[in-house]
């Protein structure tokens, strides 16, 4: 199956750090990317080729994949933080796929 | 450093065809190193993948779309566009464009994204 699932919700503490997983049989074969999206505003990529930040991403921010399962990682929580998560893959046939998406609540 | 705006109608009626265009600059679409993709957003839901068009036309649609879903690609205008036929209400989201850097790795410049109502 290409799908790929997250957990709908969590919370951390701020100052805390906090994983984010993803998981899909497609994640054995080809990398996450990880996109962070705030109320009302347009998805930012984080992460990409599953440990890469794109240029003004803090380094707070990391990836990393086990088998099937993709985790983004952030350390040192800030309040800014506190948004929509969602990874994304490709499948076989090339096609791409977003996770259903993770709520990050900075308590 | 790439910029892309959607544009197009704000409000379909049922059964007909929903068109947005998506206007590239600091690039050209021509470009080699992207293709060029539709994403979309029902209001309070996940993102969903539609589709990408390479320069040289060759195209790439959701399975689950596929059947009704047409991407072009303008290089003079600098412009891609997306049709989507037959909208019901379940069409109703916020459409993105976006850069998807080859080969077909990642989303890496979004549009502001454009909200298409389907409602008679």
């Known amino acids: 199956s290409s799908e790929l699932t997250q957990d709908p919700a969590v919370s951390v503490a701020l100052g805390q750090t906090v994983r984010i997983t993803c998981q899909g049989d497609?994640?054995?074969?080809?990398?996450a990317n990880w996109y962070q999206q705030k109320p009302g505003q347009t998805p930012v990529l984080v992460i990409y080729r599953e440990n890469n930040r794109p240029s003004g991403i803090p380094d707070r921010f990391s990836g990393s994949r086990s088998v099937n399962t993709a985790s983004l990682t952030i350390t040192a929580t800030q309040a800014e933080d506190e948004a929509d998560y969602y990874c994304d893959s490709r499948d076989n046939s090339g096609y791409r796929h977003f996770g259903s998406g993770t709520k990050v609540t900075v308590l | 450093q790439l910029q892309l705006q959607e544009s197009g109608p704000g409000l379909v009626k049922p059964s007909e065809t929903l068109s947005l265009t998506c206007t590239v600059s600091?690039?050209?679409?021509?470009?080699?190193?992207?293709?060029w993709a539709w994403i979309r957003q029902p209001p309070g839901k996940g993102l969903e993948w539609i589709g990408r068009?390479?320069?040289?036309?060759?195209?790439y649609y959701n399975p689950s779309l596929k059947s009704r879903v047409t991407m072009s690609a303008d290089t003079s205008k600098n412009q891609f566009s997306l049709k989507l036929s037959s909208v019901t209400a379940a069409d109703t989201a916020l459409y993105y464009c976006?850069?998807?850097?080859?080969?077909?790795?990642?989303?890496?410049?979004w549009g502001q994204g454009t909200l298409v109502s389907v409602s008679s």
């Open positions: 976006a850069s998807e850097a080859v080969p077909g790795t990642y989303f890496d410049y």
């Open positions: 068009i390479y320069y040289s036309g060759n195209t």
């Open positions: 600091g690039d050209s679409i021509r470009s080699t190193i992207y293709y």
């Open positions: 497609s994640l054995r074969d080809y990398y």
